[in-house]
């Protein structure tokens, strides 16, 4: 796939890192089966993340990704305002109500520290380490190399691409707009970077040096074709593999994505208080119309108390339903294996040639 560390694949199909909904069992598929099986580790402590690197390794001896959230600094903290907190949570009571549950105290921490993740990953040697929302610290790119890891950076628009090439990372996933879950814009606001995939890939491609990975709204063999062709090295596919039986989504949330048409998926801060992209159910527009969204991590911490318990009750209405515009091209494939042969059907267009 070209570059000094290219990605240690014999099929350059890597599976998106769901944050949330990651399973071992997928990873390890993707990677079984010659791709890159990726690992979301939001949330995810130190001590979490070497159960989890323990149970892939007992699972394939094959690569794997893990992949971190970048902190961006705008991150609120449980040291901020009560009065902020105690409004966000008023504002869902209907929703807690509904499923009888207590509404929540405000934590000790939203989410593990970065700094405590990223030790975990580098002591676990994973192959690759991706990073979502921004340019990962030099001495950490750098401590990567040193263990032979390989890092990979994500980008909504050029700048970002050229930021995360000038910061030293070995691989650029592009995301277009068309992808399900969160926007990972990083230098500006992310409705401000809304490019489309067939318009993004060509352009990183040409200004970038380090090989480009094409994301958003590639579901089977044509879309892959189409990214080769437009010079990407790979690809990067998240709701195909998302739909299979192996994924940690619900029946619900499969369900919705082979429903919901191209236009049919939103994006909305409802959920996590970024922006993401995914199918609207009613807790989706009851969060919406109340006006009440609070900045994330608290938002996605809170809507998370009662997420889990309606996945757990199998109610669809009040679940968070992540998913990209190509849902409905995943419809007859919730196979696993029979995702990952569509999509490497598509691989016979060579990358374009520098």
Same mark, same amino acid.
């Given at each position: 796939?070209?570059?000094?560390?290219?990605?240690?694949?014999?099929?350059?199909?890597?599976?998106?890192?769901?944050?949330?909904?990651?399973?071992?069992?997928?990873?390890?598929?993707?990677?079984?089966?010659?791709?890159?099986?990726?690992?979301?580790?939001?949330?995810?402590? #130190?001590?979490?993340?070497?159960?989890?690197?323990?149970?892939?390794?007992?699972?394939?001896?094959?690569?794997? #990704?893990?992949?971190?959230?970048?902190?961006?600094?705008?991150?609120?903290?449980?040291?901020?305002?009560?009065?902020?907190?105690?409004?966000?949570?008023?504002?869902?009571?209907?929703?807690?109500?509904?499923?009888?549950?207590?509404?929540? %105290?405000?934590?000790?921490?939203?989410?593990?520290?970065?700094?405590?993740?990223?030790?975990?990953?580098?002591?676990?040697?994973?192959?690759?380490?991706?990073?979502?929302? !921004?340019?990962?610290?030099?001495?950490?790119?750098?401590?990567?190399?040193?263990? !032979?890891? $390989?890092? $990979?950076?994500?980008?909504? =628009?050029?700048?970002? !691409?050229?930021?995360?090439?000038?910061?030293?990372?070995?691989?650029? *996933?592009?995301? !277009?707009?068309?992808?399900?879950?969160?926007?990972?814009?990083?230098?500006?606001?992310?409705? %401000?970077?809304?490019?489309?995939?067939? /318009?993004?890939?060509?352009?990183?491609?040409?200004?970038?040096? *380090?090989?480009?990975?094409? #994301?958003?709204?590639?579901?089977?063999?044509?879309?892959?074709?189409?990214?080769?062709?437009?010079? /990407?090295?790979?690809?990067? *596919?998240?709701?195909?593999?998302?739909?299979?039986?192996?994924?940690?989504?619900? #029946?619900?949330?499969?369900?919705?994505?082979?429903? =919901?048409?191209?236009?049919? =998926?939103?994006?909305?801060?409802?959920?996590?208080?970024?922006?993401?992209?995914?199918?609207?159910?009613?807790?989706?527009?009851?969060?919406?119309?109340?006006?009440?969204?609070?900045?994330?991590?608290?938002?996605?911490?809170?809507?998370?108390?009662?997420? =889990?318990?309606?996945?757990?009750?199998?109610?669809?209405?009040?679940?968070?339903?992540?998913?990209?515009?190509?849902?409905?091209?995943?419809?007859?494939?919730?196979?696993?294996?029979?995702?990952?042969?569509?999509?490497?059907?598509?691989?016979?267009?060579?990358?374009?040639?520098?």
């Amino acid at each position: 796939m070209g570059g000094v560390r290219a990605l240690p694949v014999d099929v350059p199909i890597v599976l998106g890192p769901f944050g949330g909904l990651s399973s071992v069992e997928l990873t390890a598929t993707v990677s079984e089966l010659g791709g890159l099986g990726s690992f979301g580790l939001y949330g995810y402590d #130190a001590e979490r993340i070497e159960r989890t690197v323990t149970a892939l390794r007992e699972r394939t001896a094959a690569p794997f #990704a893990l992949n971190l959230w970048l902190p961006r600094g705008d991150e609120l903290s449980p040291d901020d305002s009560e009065a902020s907190f105690a409004a966000a949570v008023e504002a869902l009571r209907p929703v807690f109500d509904e499923l009888s549950l207590e509404l929540p %105290d405000r934590p000790a921490r939203y989410v593990p520290p970065f700094d405590e993740q990223i030790e975990a990953v580098l002591e676990a040697r994973p192959a690759v380490v991706s990073f979502v929302f !921004g340019v990962p610290p030099r001495p950490v790119v750098d401590a990567a190399h040193e263990r !032979g890891i $390989v890092v $990979v950076g994500t980008a909504t =628009t050029v700048a970002e !691409g050229l930021a995360l090439q000038e910061g030293g990372v070995d691989v650029v *996933v592009g995301t !277009g707009m068309e992808a399900g879950g969160h926007r990972v814009s990083f230098l500006r606001a992310a409705e %401000d970077s809304l490019v489309g995939l067939v /318009a993004l890939i060509p352009q990183l491609v040409d200004a970038l040096d *380090v090989p480009v990975i094409a #994301a958003g709204g590639i579901a089977d063999r044509r879309g892959v074709a189409a990214a080769r062709a437009l010079g /990407a090295a790979g690809v990067q *596919v998240g709701t195909a593999f998302l739909r299979t039986s192996v994924s940690a989504a619900t #029946a619900e949330h499969r369900a919705a994505i082979v429903s =919901t048409p191209a236009d049919g =998926t939103v994006l909305t801060r409802a959920m996590s208080g970024r922006l993401g992209r995914g199918v609207p159910n009613r807790v989706l527009r009851e969060i919406e119309a109340s006006g009440v969204v609070a900045p994330f991590p608290v938002q996605n911490w809170l809507t998370g108390r009662f997420r =889990t318990v309606a996945s757990e009750r199998g109610v669809a209405d009040l679940q968070g339903f992540w998913a990209g515009q190509a849902s409905l091209l995943t419809r007859d494939r919730a196979d696993a294996a029979a995702v990952f042969a569509e999509l490497a059907a598509g691989l016979s267009v060579p990358p374009r040639a520098p």
